[in-house]
């Protein structure tokens, strides 16, 4: 076995040329090699059980065929056993982990072990994607930090990914804004806050709608007048875009969250027509009451509701501009896989959009990507409900991120107020705006969570805190020596793990690969940050058993290694997860 970043991997491929030595029949031997439970080893291949059932097998005795016919050097390599009805084991021995340690020094050549997962894939990630003239609140962070994440995580292992704003900026909404910023407009309000003065324009034209019927008609002849190519209106939707856009990219920095394209609903106007041809052309869309729809017989509920894709106005609407945004991706990007973010609410959306894509990219023969709708759950407030500010209202995304730095300072200041302000506002930077980053990630994205301040900024637990101290901690280790973590000399000489405690950090070190694969594999952040939070525990039970500064030059090296090594995976999986990392805390 060659000993590369992803050892699973390795033994896999061992394991199916022993079975075709073994002269095991058929081709379809699937080895299934997972990361075992500590206490049997580092992997397990569960894939005997299987194949010996369908084919009427003892296991054990397949399982014996196939150990017996792994390559020596293996052998050497990891204890090998047999367990239960025919599970094969792998420990490694020390000095593998050693030889898998030793090459993984720096972020460059774990990236370049991981790029073999989804390398020449190509995914369009669909993301934060907020609405036109409406503030940024506290729900929208999810799609932001959780698509941030998937898109950074896909990246590392190999993908090439496209990062699409899929802004909603045409629609309904900008009868009453043009309208509302024609007749209501505050000029010196839309100079100081240009986006709240939008949103009261909106707010305040949407009720005026609604008590008097001129006003309405007034409304909707200004969105005739804009779909229609009218030179004020376009002039004025561009500039509410404008103001929008600007404000959105604040927030987006602030957060460290990049886009490659902004490509919004009204990019795809005039690629609508050509969806109502080829769903009519191939029979899958149906008029209905003067609108097109699609029905899905064989589902339980979408053969009665169906998916709209031309209101009987004769007006698309977002099911039109998905169809279009989904063909787009394929032909232009050549998607091998497309990711839309959203909050479960519109789950129905996308799987009504999923079943008619199916059906007609087969019907013209199209080739279909992959589709992901990532969904969340909602940011609850500690009463269960939805998270409002005390008088009722959203609150501000920029706002709760603005106390989270504050909070966030108190708390530095008190650990360590030997540090100059400055030093102390910066580090409450990270820490803040990591704390509301890491609480959301390290959620299981389809519940809903509680959102609590105490508890998100807790140095105790599974929090951005705690994880950025221990990275700090590493550090100070390192300093105190006067020796660079990524530094060679630093370790030069390390011998292999031998203690309980020192295996026990290597073993856990070497569950990076496969978390990574079943993070970006099922999309949940939550499994690397479940990940990182045990390695740091892993790490704290290490350094409280052995002392690292000891004066034999082996030992104190190979204990510096696994500091050295921690320290790297903490601070790659925080940078993953779009954390940024603190050297003093
Ligand atoms: N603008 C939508 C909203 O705020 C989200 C768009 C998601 N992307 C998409 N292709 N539908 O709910």
Known sequence: MHVTFNLAAELDAALQSAARSAGLEGNDFVSDVRTADPRHGDFQANGVLGYAKARKLNPRAIAEQLVAALPADL???????????GFINFALKPATL???LLPHDNQEHLKAGASAFYSGQRYVVDFSSPNTAKQLHVGHIRSMVIGEAICRLLSFCGASVVRDNHIGDWGTQFGKLIWGYKQLRDDAALSRDPLEELERIYKAADAATKSDAAILDAVRAELVKLQQGDAENLQLWKKIIAISSGAFRETYERLDIHFDHELGESFYNDKLPRIYAELAETGLAVESQGALVV?????????TQPFIVRKSDGASNYATTDLATMLYRTEHFSADAIIVLTDTRQADHFEQLWLTTQKWYAAKGYQLPRFEHVSFGSILGEDGKAIKTRSGDPIKLQALLDEAVE??????????PELPES?????????GIGAVRYADLAQNRSSDYVFNWEKILSFDGNTAPYLLYAVSRIHSIFRKLSLNPCDVAAT????????IAEMTLARKLLGLPSVLTNTTANLRPHFLCTYLFELAGTFSSFYAAEKVLVDDPAIRARRLLLCARTLLFLETGLQLLGLRTLTRM
Request: net charge neutral; proline share 8%; charged share 30%.
């Open 407 to 416: 909070r966030a300072f108190a708390l530095v200041t008190e650990k360590s």
């Open 492 to 499: 030069a000489g390390a011998t292999a793990p031998e203690t």
């Open 295 to 303: 029905f899905h017989p064989e589902h339980p509920r979408f053969k």
């Open 98 to 100: 050693l030889a898998w």
């Open 75 to 85: 052998r050497d390599q990891c204890d090998i056993t047999i367990a239960g009805p």
């Open 423 to 431: 030093e102390r506002r910066e580090i409450a930077g990270t820490v």
